[in-house]
Every structure is written in structure tokens, then in C-alpha cells.
């Protein structure tokens, strides 16, 4: 596969940006030449292909990190190169598996894509080829994230609710302003999609929802007008588990890693001096875990 034909075609699938094909292209040959490798890329693909399909729990590549990211330095610096590859090779096995639930090759283009989305963001905190959110596309290769209009759709088992079953996670990806329209929209497909989709998965499955997030909870409250798009979004949800999610909003408000001095990090949006204010007065940011139902 990673010498194949149809790997352009497959970079463009997951929507792998110019800068990260230009680079991966250059690496694949001494990754294809460096036996242990390839065999770590082999050992990732086929974890990635046994996950397929609800019930089945995605893989926990964190344990890998450190040997994969060791093996990757001699063929170039950085981290991740193992996962991606992996994921390359694996993407079939997705495909057929949304192929088998019937569900829309556009909305299966969009959730692949994703991939690249999380290699474009690991250039802007890095500064170069990587992945840093393996443990998350390991679940979109599950089968378990969709692409729903705005928002992505998570099959996920919650073992927190009164009667445990599977329930629908939220993520909110960074594709523009979240517009409340949008939003409603997005949940109302869910709730069609996943009706039909996976109606063996409950009575009742895909009408409830949530989603744990820094965009939900009293800080994101404090620091937006109630009539913007972010209190909007927030307003939905019923709010409980209020929890420490200052990483989240360093990351996600200014591309970094945590920890960042509040002194090198700019105020140019009523968001950014939001979080900096927080940093600057030792206060953590309040994110929550909130639910909805529909």
C-alpha cells in the first residue's frame, strides 16, 4: 500500500495537506527500507483493523509512543510517523466497515479526512510531520466517529448513565464559526443517522448526546456575550462534572502545548485574553461534561 498506485488517491481521502504529503512522500521509501519499522507499522495496522465496528474498543496506541517514536528517528525526526503510516495501510478496512452500515461515502470521506485535519494541527503546534492525537483517529478508523454537518458523532458505551448503554459523544472540529443552525442541524441528521444505522445498537439510540468539552462550563460562560455563537452552543446543554480543562484551551485557543507562559501568548480576541487572564491570575479554565437529548 505505502508504495502503491493509489497512494496519492489515498492522501487525498484523508486530506493530508501539501506540506504533510510533500514530506510524507520523501520519508515513505526509508520507512518501507527500515524492517523494525515497517514491522512497528504492520503491529498499529492490524490493531487498527481488529477495532472495526461498535463493540469493539479502540486501540490505546499511548503505550507504543515512546518505541515507535525511538524507531521513527532514523528515518525522520519528529513523532507519529508509525501511527500514520499505520492508518494509510489500514483505511480499507473502514471503508468496508461504513461500506456494511450503509453510510453516506460523503460522510465517510469527511471523517477520514480528519486525519489530515490532526496532521495539519500537529504542524502549527510542532512545526513539522506528525500525530499527537493517535488515541482520537484510532477511534474515527473504529468506525465509532462520524462527520454529521458541523459536528462529529461519537459511538461511545457511558457507563455513567442511570441504565449504562451506548450513547452519542459530540466533538465540535475546527471548521468555522459554530452557528447555532448548524448545530440543531447537525444533531437532527445524528439523530436520523444513527436511527438507521445502528438501531441494533438500542431503543432510543441517538437521541442522546454528550459531550465533554473546555466549550461547555462557568468559564466559557464568564468569558463570551450571551448572544454569541459559543454561549449559544453552550446553552444547549445540561452541565454536570465540572472538570480542570486549562490544557485544552491553551491548546486550542493558541496551537501550544502546555505549559505556556501567559506572557508570550497574544490577547487579540475577547477568547484569547479570556484564557491568558486565567493563566495570568493561576485560576484553571472550567470546562464540563454536558448532556442533551433530542
Known sequence: MLIAPSLPATLDLLGVSESDRSELLGAIPRAVGDPALLEAVTEVAALLRAAAGPGAEPPDLRPRREHDHALQQAVVPGQGLVAILAHLVSTDTVRAFHDARGIDPRITRRSLADLGQQMRVHREVAGGLGLHTQTYTSRIWAGAILAVGRLYVEIMRDESLPAPGWTAGIHIPEIGPLVLAEVEASLRAAVELLGRTFGDLGDGFGHRFRCRSWLLGPSIREATAP????????????????????????????????????????????????????????????????????
Open 227 to 294: 448572544e454569541s455563537n459559543l454561549a449559544a452552543f453552550a446553552s444547549l446543554w445540561s452541565e454536570e462534572e465540572v472538570y480542570d480543562a486549562t490544557e485544552e484551551a491553551v491548546c486550542f485557543v493558541f496551537r501550544r502545548q502546555p505549559p505556556a507562559a501567559w506572557q508570550d501568548l497574544p490577547t487579540r480576541t475577547a477568547l484569547e485574553t479570556a484564557v491568558v487572564e486565567h493563566l495570568r491570575t493561576n485560576r484553571p479554565w472550567r470546562g464540563a461534561l454536558g448532556r442533551l437529548e433530542r
